[in-house]
């Protein structure tokens, strides 16, 4: 997959995100869908950070976590505001990206990995949640967003 592939995929999904951030109530991020399972805003707030995290990583070598907490973000506006934030951000790191950056190798994981296998895991670990969304919605008598996919 080349870089530009990679940065469209990217936006792709950050506009698919929006769909289901953008659905959320007040009285949905303090939801709990499943018993013992955390709330809708914790795990909206956990993809958003998330995708930040890894994207500012990559453009920057800054590997801190984020911090998050439905005290701070107690309303769905709020949570909807910081990821408007956190996407143009994201946006910026990506122009940051060059194909020799992506090859760089990060050591300090559970494994060594390049910067290009970094961004994919951030992908597939988003798309879990977005699932995970999806599935929460419908428990919670909720329709997700429908997503336009090709097929």
Not at 137 to 144: I, N, S
């Amino acid at each position: 997959m080349n870089l530009d592939h990679l940065k469209e995929n990217i936006i792709r999904h950050l506009e698919e995100a929006s769909a289901y951030f953008n659905q959320l109530t007040d009285e949905l991020i303090f939801q709990e869908p499943i018993k013992e399972g955390r709330l809708m805003g914790e795990i909206v707030l956990h993809m958003i950070r998330s995708l930040e995290f890894y994207s500012r990583g990559i453009a920057n070598d800054i590997w801190e976590s984020l911090p998050f907490n439905l005290t701070e973000y107690d309303n769905a506006q709020k949570i909807i505001e910081l990821y408007e934030e956190v996407k143009q951000r994201i946006i910026s790191y990506l122009n940051k990206y060059t194909p020799d950056l992506l090859l760089e190798t990060i050591e300090d994981f559970n494994r060594p990995a390049t910067k290009k296998e970094i961004l994919n895991e951030m992908l597939e670990h988003s798309i879990h949640h977005r699932g995970q969304l999806s599935v929460y919605f419908r428990l919670l008598g909720h329709d997700p967003p429908k997503i336009d996919y090709i097929i």
